[in-house]
Structures are given as C-alpha cells and as structure tokens.
C-alpha cells in the first residue's frame, strides 16, 4: 500500500511541518509502529535473577516478533542482530541489593545484559518505503546498576568518544558551555565495555557501528536509512545512538543515509551545545513523543530545578543545564475518556498508555 506521503517527509526532512495538526493518517501509523518496535524491546528482556538465561532476550532472532506476539513487525522486518550494553559505577553496591546474573557479575562493578535489537526492512517493506530500512530499537531502564546510572550519574560530560578520530584531535572551546555534552549516565551504558562478560565484552557503541556498517555494506546499491527508537532510558539511547550513526556512518564517502529518531517519553540527554550540533546534521532528524504528565522527560535539569526551589538546596549549574531536543509531539493522558485517571508516576510514564492516546489523536484541535 502506497504512502500519502513520502518516506523523507514521515520522517521529518521538513521537520513534519503540516503533519502533526491535523495528524497525517501515515505519520500516526508510523509512529505507533516504532512504538511497538520500543515495548517489544522492554517485554522480552529477561530479567528473572532466578533464570538459568536472566539478562538476554527471551526469544532467538529467528522468531523474535513471533514470540513477542508481534505478527505486524514480523511482516515488515527481519531481526539480524541483538545489542548488548553494560552499566558501571565506581562504588560496590551493598550484597543485598547484588542481583548476581552469572559468575562474571559477581561483586562486579560492571553488568551486561541484553539492551536492544537491530531489525532491517523486509523485501517487501522496502518496496513500499523506497528503500531499506534499519530499525534500532532499545529497552528502557530494568536493572540495578542501570537505575544507578539513570540517577546519580546526572553530569554533563564531553562528547568526546563520539566524535570522528580527527575532531578528538582538535582543540576544544575555551568556554565549558559551548562544548557539546550528554548526561554522563547514558555515554557509560552506550560507550562501556566489559572484557569480563560473556554476553558482550565490547561496548553497545562499538557493536552497532559494527553492525550497520556490516549492513550499509551488505545493501550497497540501495537506497538506504536508519531508525533508532526507544522508551525511557531506551529513548536516550536511540537519540545518542541516532546522533552517532548520523555524525560517524551516513556521512562517511559513498553514503547518503537518513538517520531519524522517534523517542519516546525522553530523558533530557544534553545541553544546548548538543541540540546545537545534532540540528546542525542535515541528515539527522528527532521526533519526542511525551506524555505531559510524565516526570521522567523532565529529568535531570527540570526535577533539580524544582528541588533546589523547593527545598532550598544548591543545585550545581551544571546539572541544570540540558534542554529538550527534536520536535515534540504532546500527549495528554486525560484525553481519553476509555482511561481511568490514575495519578500514579508509573502509569504516566506507561508507553502503552502514550500509544493509546497517539491512537486516538487528530490534532490540537481535538484536544480535550
């Protein structure tokens, strides 16, 4: 079935200008898609401390979208690899709260589980796009370790590691605020690497370069793009992620390659320097989708922010500095009427809930 619209304008080479109000019927669809590549990310990880296979998928790549009862992604998409990242801190964690998943992880400051997926469009699929499409999806926060690196790993730091060779040569601003930075916490579980694990001993980083240039290599003569898309923690690794692929493979000679992003209820991830740099890649483009009532979208600076006037503690600058990135798209849960209200922060923070109200959205017009 043909689109209404172009491949390039869904995934917002015009920066979905007159797609959003009313909501284009493709881009809702679209959306609702990656949506379910995100929760499919989170339902199969295995995180039973009591299973013999705790910290991988629950299913194999041949029959992941069937075993997570997914039968529209397994239609359209082919899983070809699994991702693998590993989380750190510079302390022990008391023995009580130590989820040992296997021998290597024992009194370890470093675990590494299963964390995402790589899926490639389909013959099929990519007819009907114009192209082959490379999906990246990533689960959000489930383990200990990662809540540590979610919350008190809250500093901005350089994006130094992910930047091409030469710029690491180059010399930095004099001026701390225009150098681009994310949150500490997500650079480590992207950008960390564990020799002692069995699951993946190089960092999630190192292991999706490698396989998307495995995979622009294998379709070369095709026109070819990537998606990264993600909940929670899963959405601030497809946004770094995103930006990486954009700045370090779809420029590279011999490839012109879309990279987009559709994240969903987002953890801020860098400063202003950063949105600066990632809307300066002209071929790099992010759509947020939030529920305004979410509290985990406002995390770091917008929670610390609100601490420091209520409680009259001083928050460092630092922490207060990230902003938004990408185009954003609001949902509110009260405008369902098939909903109870609940107040509860998790049931905010619910992806399927965000998908039930991108269902039924039409535009600002609608909103109730």
Not at 175 to 187: C, R, T, Y
Not at 239 to 268: K, R, Y
Request: proline share 4%; with cysteine; hydrophobic share 40%.
């Amino acid at each position: 079935m043909a689109l209404s619209k172009s491949y390039e304008e869904l995934h917002g080479s015009k920066n979905w200008d007159g797609l959003l109000d009313p909501m284009d019927a493709d881009l809702r669809t679209l959306i609702l898609g990656y949506g379910d590549l995100s929760s499919v990310a989170g339902r199969v990880f295995n995180n039973d401390a009591g299973s013999k296979y705790a910290g991988y998928s629950r299913y194999g790549k041949s029959i992941f979208f069937q075993g997570a009862m997914l039968p529209v992604a397994e239609s359209k998409y082919e899983v070809t690899s699994f991702l693998y990242a590993t989380a750190h801190a510079d302390f022990s964690l008391p023995v009580f709260v130590q989820e040992k998943y296997s021998d290597q992880q024992i009194n370890s400051e470093y675990e590494t589980n299963w964390m995402g997926y790589v899926a490639v469009s389909n013959d099929g699929y990519s007819k009907v796009m114009g192209r082959r499409e490379i999906c990246v999806a990533w689960r959000g926060t489930a383990r200990t370790l990662e809540w540590v690196n979610d919350i008190l790993n809250a500093w901005p730091v350089p994006i130094d590691p992910l930047l091409p060779s030469a710029a690491n040569g180059g010399a930095l601003t004099d001026d701390d605020k225009d150098q681009p930075k994310i949150m500490e916490g997500w650079l480590i579980i992207y950008n960390t690497a564990n020799p002692n694990s069995e699951l993946g001993k190089p960092s999630a980083r190192t292991q999706l370069l490698a396989i998307i240039q495995e995979l622009v290599a294998k379709y070369k003569g095709e026109k070819i793009s990537i998606t990264c898309t993600g909940h929670s923690l899963g959405a601030s690794l497809a946004t770094v992620s995103a930006f990486d692929l954009a700045l370090n493979v779809a420029t590279a000679p011999d490839n012109d390659i879309m990279v987009s992003a559709f994240v969903f209820d987002s953890p801020q991830v860098g400063n202003q320097a950063f949105k600066s740099k990632m809307e300066g890649l002209p071929n790099l483009k992010v759509m947020s989708i939030k529920n305004v009532n979410d509290i985990v979208p406002k995390w770091p600076s917008k929670i610390l922010e609100w601490v420091g006037e209520n409680t009259g503690l001083e928050i460092p600058e630092e922490v207060l500095s990230y902003v938004d990135v990408g185009i954003e798209l609001l949902m509110d849960t009260k405008w369902s009427r098939f909903l109870k209200q609940k107040d509860g922060l998790g049931d905010f923070h619910d992806l399927e809930i965000l998908l039930h109200i991108v269902a039924g959205y039409e535009g600002k017009c609608c909103e109730k």
